[in-house]
């Protein structure tokens, strides 16, 4: 190369790193960036609260199941009592774990993760899926709905062969929320029972989507590339499980666990702040004033603590939120007081995370729908922060 053309490329690389540095727009971690457009969900910073296609997630917690959000998500509409009808069969349907998944649950080390079974277990649901390369919307929509219906069967499986419990089937005549507390727990009936079932159920609600948190924008790069559903969600799961996001649920039960009483919560919570330490369960990256979904959850906390006569860990998480409040301004976030809820209702900590995708594949493969009905490819660009040049050096004269 010539020295001309040499002196020219490095004017024209010294240009564009300038003109980087003050690209307009740039914001470290996409913080405020709008990426996509989505008819799926809108999240209010202001306390106005969260919307899923324009119903206020207050008034679904409160009125709706979770399968009538999963139709209204995955479908579209809130179901007439047919359509839930069919949806429900459709789902009690495709509750069944092909062979391979079932030999693969077979091996695992029980020490495992369940959410690294579960990424692992759709990759390989995905390897299976006659329908994988059909990217048509009917085509993803049924491969949503099965996935809805064997994620959870894949966590009871997982935890009863690690655990050496008997195996649980799912049963047609329970609600989606009722059949993950029985798979997850081994516990049916009774009032306090139900009352758990209903409070699972409205935490599943909650959970469902949230505009395009890390998990669902991971899918939606995924999905962006036109390869399969299975893919994107198999981004999700493995962008979810960290504690900066939905691994942030199991984190805040073992926070209370370590703390054990409501009298050692001050103190527990002054000495990680002192030692400049995140607390779990509380910020939020859009959410700065607050979180609409913590309040419901906590609500409904609040009466399992009651009724549960166990009122230990809420008490508890009153302590830390005050503590939090008055020190870094910080609000809980929908992870903290679904904790005191999962504890109560004696669920493994470790599956947490794991119920947050049970409830979250509704909003991941809608975004992965909505993707795929109108893509562009998803391919921001960097800021380039490296050396401007370096000289080539022979492999044997480098130091
Ligand atoms: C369902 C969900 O996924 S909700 C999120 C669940 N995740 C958690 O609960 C984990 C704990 N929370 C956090 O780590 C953060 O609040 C996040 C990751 C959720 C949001 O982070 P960001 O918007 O990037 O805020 P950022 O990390 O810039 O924090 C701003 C300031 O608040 C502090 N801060 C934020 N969250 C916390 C926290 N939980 N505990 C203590 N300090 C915190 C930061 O240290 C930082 O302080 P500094 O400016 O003195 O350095
Ligand atoms: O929106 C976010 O960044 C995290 C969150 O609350 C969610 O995924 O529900």
Redesign the pocket.
């Known amino acids: 190369m010539s020295n001309g053309i040499v002196a020219f490329i490095r004017r024209k690389t010294a240009m564009r790193i300038a003109e980087s540095e003050n690209t307009p727009g740039y914001s470290p971690?996409l913080?405020g960036v709008i990426a996509g457009e989505t008819a799926l969900c809108h999240v209010d910073e202001d306390e106005g609260g969260l919307r899923y296609r324009g119903y206020a997630v207050s008034d679904l917690a409160d009125q709706a199941t979770f399968e009538e959000v999963a139709h209204l998500l995955l479908c579209g509409t809130l179901p007439t009592r047919k359509e839930l009808k069919e949806f429900e069969g459709r789902l009690a349907a495709e509750a069944l774990l092909p062979a391979p998944v079932e030999a693969f649950l077979g091996m695992i080390p029980p020490a495992a993760h369940p959410m690294d079974i579960l990424r692992t277990s759709v990759s390989l649901l995905g390897m299976i899926e006659t329908d994988a390369e059909d990217h048509s919307h009917d085509a993803n929509l049924r491969k949503s709905i099965r996935l809805l219906a064997q994620i959870p069967l894949v966590i009871s499986v997982a935890h009863g062969l690690a655990n050496g419990t008997p195996r649980m089937e799912a049963q047609p005549n329970l609600t989606f929320a009722e059949n993950l507390l029985c798979l997850l727990t081994g516990r049916r009936g009774g009032e306090e029972w139900r009352l758990m079932a209903h409070v699972l159920d409205v935490s599943l609600t909650l959970y469902a989507e949230h505009e395009f948190?890390a998990s669902t924008f991971a899918a939606r790069a995924t999905a962006s590339t036109m390869t399969d559903l299975h893919s994107a969600v198999t981004s999700a799961i493995g962008t979810l499980k960290g504690?900066?996001?939905?691994g942030?649920n199991e984190a805040v039960a073992e926070m209370f666990l370590e703390i054990e009483r409501p009298d050692r919560a001050e103190g527990w919570i002054r000495e990680q702040l002192g030692g400049k330490r995140?607390?779990?369960?509380?910020?939020?990256?859009v959410l700065k004033n607050g979180d609409s979904r913590s309040a419901i959850i906590q609500r409904h906390a609040d009466r399992l603590s009651r009724t549960c006569r166990d009122r230990r860990w809420y008490d508890i998480a009153l302590i830390i939120e005050r503590v939090m409040r008055q020190e870094?301004g910080?609000c809980p976030?929908?992870?903290f007081y679904t904790a005191v809820a999962y504890l109560l209702m004696g669920i493994p900590r470790r599956l947490y995370t794991p119920i947050f995708v049970c409830s979250r594949i509704t909003g991941w493969c809608a975004h992965v729908i909505e993707q795929q009905d109108h893509n562009r490819l998803i391919r921001p660009r960097a800021l380039y922060k490296g050396p401007a040049r370096e000289s080539y050096v022979d492999i044997d004269h480098r130091r």
């Open positions: 971690g913080d948190n504690p900066l996001h939905g942030a995140r607390i779990m369960g509380f910020g939020h990256r870094k910080l976030n929908l992870d």
